[in-house]
């Protein structure tokens, strides 16, 4: 899965990760236009930058990463990947509500950040799609819930890939004159349906 070139922001407090992070990002052929330290240097020049993803590190001086991609996304919708020093399930749970769209453990490989950057532009390409069907951004955000769980029963169940899911999911809503997120709730109540049919052991 390769994507075009992209004007990338990085926000990281470790000089030397950061460092690492612009480098490895031009060497896949992107355009870092916006680097720095501080979640609020980042915020005060997003909009001079016009970037189309963000790297951030979770943990800043002064703003989170995951605060930081919320105050971004209220002005306009930016994909997020986020960088961590370890797996935090609180984190993880705080990020779901947003724009965090892949997610890295420190130390990052090269290999890992090539692919986390085509999947974060793969979901932010679903995620749009799914908000021109919802009322607004929050709806949208909460619908993108429903859609990943979706696809991930049909790759799990089909043995597609992510877009591939997606795909599926779109023609069937289309097919039916139905909106994404009800045949993603389909979906997964069939699902569950299954797993109770499964664990129901007749008498022979």
């Known amino acids: 899965m390769t994507e075009p070139r992209l004007r990338v922001a ?32 980042i915020l005060a020049r997003a909009r001079e930058a016009r970037f189309d993803l963000l790297v951030t590190d979770i943990k800043m001086p002064d703003l989170d990463g995951i605060d930081l991609a919320a ?8 994909p997020v990947i986020l960088v961590s ?32 950057v085509p999947l974060a532009m793969l979901r932010f390409r679903h995620f749009r799609a799914l908000a021109e069907e919802a009322v607004g ?8 819930k429903v859609i990943e769980k979706a696809k991930g029963i049909l790759m ?12 599926r999911l ?5 097919n039916h004159n139905s909106k994404l997120v009800e045949v993603a709730r389909q979906v997964a109540s069939a699902d569950e349906i299954f797993h109770q049919l499964e664990g129901i052991h007749p008498r022979s």
Do not use: W
Not at 71 to 78: D, G, K, Q, S
């Open 85 to 116: 020093g370890h797996h935090d399930a609180d984190l993880v749970r705080r990020a779901a509500a947003d724009h965090i769209l892949a997610y890295l453990i420190k130390p990052i490989s090269e290999a890992d950040l090539a692919a986390a």
């Open 156 to 167: 799990r169940r089909l043995r597609l890939d992510e877009d591939d899911a997606f795909r």
């Open 10 to 41: 990085v926000a990281e407090d470790d000089r030397d990760i950061r460092e690492y992070l612009e480098e490895a990002l031009r060497r896949q052929g992107h355009e870092v236009v916006l680097s720095g330290g501080s979640g609020r240097e």
């Open 137 to 144: 951004l929050r709806q949208a955000l909460e619908d993108r």
């Open 170 to 174: 779109r023609m069937h809503a289309s």
């Open 71 to 78: 105050e971004l996304n209220r002005e306009r919708a930016v």
